[in-house]
């Protein structure tokens, strides 16, 4: 099992390596990997370019089915409501992850299975492998990510513009509140 979730994790460190949220899968039927992937979302402009949906694909354009019955799927990271509905969507009967995602996680943390899960299919869930390695590369991530944004020099404005126009939007006012910043 720990194999499994070690390639997984070598498919996160792929992740990183582009930039890209590191979160990593691969698919194992009969104690063999058919599929491994990583999130792509930032490089494939796609949002749902997500490490379990890629790697599903790519284990049912192996196994030419879309029916995944004998696949059990590792993930890194606790799958969100998306990837927990493809995977329940693609018949894979087991599902193994490692760090939890207290934010969108919908296995244990924010979603319960039943309730996207209306047709009551049997998924076994094993969470917790190799959880602190798997969680520890998505904190150096996104402690990086936040050293690198916050070391740029002209960034303090520029965010407090973004953030200040995001909330202009949100509560229905005009851009032009955002004249004065603009002279910074
Ligand atoms: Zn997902």
């Given at each position: 099992m720990?194999?499994f979730m070690?390639?997984?994790l070598f498919?996160?460190?792929?992740?990183?390596a582009?930039?890209e949220v590191p979160?990593?899968?691969v698919?194992v039927v009969?104690?063999?990997?058919?599929?491994r992937?990583?999130n792509l979302r930032e490089?494939?402009h796609?949002?749902?370019?997500?490490?379990?949906i890629?790697c599903?694909r790519?284990a049912?354009?192996k196994?030419?089915?879309w029916?995944?019955n004998?696949v059990?799927l590792?993930?890194?990271?606790?799958p969100?409501?998306?990837c927990?509905?493809?995977?329940?969507?693609s018949?894979?009967p087991?599902l193994?992850?490692?760090a939890?995602d207290?934010?969108?996680?919908a296995?244990?943390?924010k979603?319960?299975?039943?309730?996207?899960n209306?047709?009551r299919?049997?998924?076994k869930?094993?969470?917790?492998?190799l959880?602190?390695?798997?969680?520890?590369?998505l904190k150096?991530?996104?402690?990086?990510?936040?050293?690198?944004h916050?070391n740029?020099?002209?960034?303090?404005?520029s965010?407090?513009?973004?953030?200040?126009a995001?909330?202009?939007?949100?509560i229905g006012?005009?851009n032009?509140h955002?004249s004065?910043?603009?002279?910074?």
């Open positions: 720990k194999n070690l390639a997984a498919e996160a460190h792929q992740a990183a582009k930039n979160v990593g899968a698919a009969n104690g063999k990997i058919i599929a992937a990583h490089s494939a796609d949002p749902t370019a997500h490490a379990e890629i599903i790519k049912a354009q196994l030419k089915s029916r995944l004998d059990t590792y993930v890194t990271l606790e969100c409501a998306m927990l509905s493809a995977i329940l969507q018949r894979i087991r193994i992850y490692g939890a207290p934010k969108a996680g296995h244990q943390s979603i319960k299975l039943k309730n996207i209306p047709l299919q049997k998924l869930v094993t969470p917790g492998v959880a602190p390695d798997c969680a520890i590369i150096k991530f996104f402690e990086k990510l936040r050293n690198k916050f740029r020099g002209s960034c303090r404005f965010c407090f513009k973004r953030i200040a995001s909330r202009f939007r949100k006012e005009s032009s955002l004065d910043l603009s002279k910074h």
